[in-house]
């Protein structure tokens, strides 16, 4: 079925370096696909999404470029700060299939 | 809108008893998701409905587990008996429709079973 495989964590930077999660997915057909955060005590909040290929999702600083050739949609921020400390989903969604999260990679930014 | 809305935020109950979830979704979203988070598997989906109806329910862990919606304002997700392997944090989501929708998460509940 239907999986996304996101970059094992943790991730630990220093502020305002430059961040990449990377994020691959497995589809039958043409999915739409979503980075959420996780801060802590909360529930996922959507952070940007793409639904088609070459689409760029971006939000807060963050983007991520859907690309099919290489089934791929990586989570880049170019200058991260202490408040971009959570854990980040890569997501896909199919019409057939709803909602498909990877498990999650944390990042720790320290000033 | 108070997004969607959890409860209990947090529970401790001992091994063997029966544990309710209660889930209000987003006026107007028509499907709802239940799922289940813990250190060792991550974030899994656990039953979702559209308009009350169960569509895929395959994530249910086992026969304890059970899932109802019996209206569009509400659902509840049942555990009878449970187990300390239960222990997780219980996400609900609602989204407006079917197919590639944006998630809204609530807080989730936090269960730990002794």
């Known amino acids: 079925g239907d999986s996304v495989t996101q970059m094992e964590g943790p991730v630990t930077l220093s502020e305002e370096a430059f961040l990449t999660i990377n994020c691959t997915y497995t589809a039958t057909g043409y999915p739409s696909l979503f980075w959420y955060v996780q801060y802590p005590g909360e529930g996922l909040q959507l952070l940007l999404k793409a639904t088609k290929a070459d689409d760029k999702g971006s939000n807060k600083g963050f983007e991520a470029t859907y690309r099919k050739e290489t089934t791929s949609f990586h989570l880049e921020k170019g200058s991260v700060q202490v408040s971009d400390s959570a854990v980040y989903f890569c997501a896909l969604s199919d019409p057939s299939n709803d909602m498909r999260f990877g498990a999650g990679t944390r990042l720790t930014v320290k000033p | 809108d108070a997004g969607v809305i959890q409860s209990p935020r947090h529970e401790v109950t001992e091994m063997g008893q029966e544990v309710t979830l209660r889930c209000k979704p987003i006026s107007g979203h028509n499907s709802l998701f239940w799922y289940r988070q813990t250190m060792m598997r991550g974030l899994e989906l656990l039953i979702y409905?559209?308009?009350?109806?169960?569509?895929?329910d395959s994530g249910m862990p086992e026969d304890r587990f059970s899932a109802k919606m019996p209206n569009a304002s509400f659902s509840t997700l049942k555990i009878q008996p449970s187990e300390p392997r239960d222990s997780a944090v219980y996400f609900c989501?609602?989204?407006?429709?079917?197919?590639?929708?944006?998630?809204?998460f609530g807080a989730g509940s936090r269960l730990t079973v002794l």
């Open positions: 989501a609602s989204s407006p429709g079917p197919g590639a929708n944006v998630l809204t």
């Open positions: 409905f559209n308009n009350n109806v169960p569509i895929d």
